[in-house]
Nanobody, 118 residues
Framework: QVQLVESGGGLVQPGGSLRLSCTAS????????MSWYRRAPGKERELVAG????????NYADSVKGRFTISRDNAKKSLYLQMSSLKSEDTAVYYC???????????WGQGTQVTVSS
């Protein structure tokens, strides 16, 4: 079955960096665009960044442009989010998601907590 497992979250000070990973199984990872979303306390889940199936195209929320970088390694069936210059407002649970209209589009991981605090 489809599994998306996020890792790499934790507690970091403002201005710090973290790298999130999402490891996929149960489907052909290289065929699907992927995205990172986040849900901050008391807020709705929002799109953070997306990447095409081959990694040739990316898009970002305005709030993270220039600070976050989404990437993927199709050979490792893995999605990444490099986060730098972190702010307290980046505190959230971060989720990876399969995109697209294929059979395995629309699946979510369980999430990983990122807390930015001094």
């Amino acid at each position: 079955q489809v599994q998306l497992v996020e890792s790499g979250g934790g507690l970091v000070q403002p201005g710090g960096s973290l790298r999130l990973s999402c490891t996929a199984s149960g489907f052909t990872f290289s065929l699907y665009p992927m995205s990172w979303y986040r849900r901050a306390p008391g807020k709705e889940r929002e799109l953070v960044a997306g990447i095409s199936s081959l990694g040739t195209s990316t898009n970002y929320a305005d709030s993270v442009k220039g600070r976050f970088t989404i990437s993927r390694d199709n050979a490792k069936k893995s999605l990444y989010l490099q986060m730098s210059s972190l702010k307290s407002e980046d505190t959230a649970v971060y989720y990876c998601k399969t995109e697209g209209s294929g059979r395995y589009g629309g699946y979510w991981g369980q999430g990983t907590q990122v807390t930015v605090s001094s």
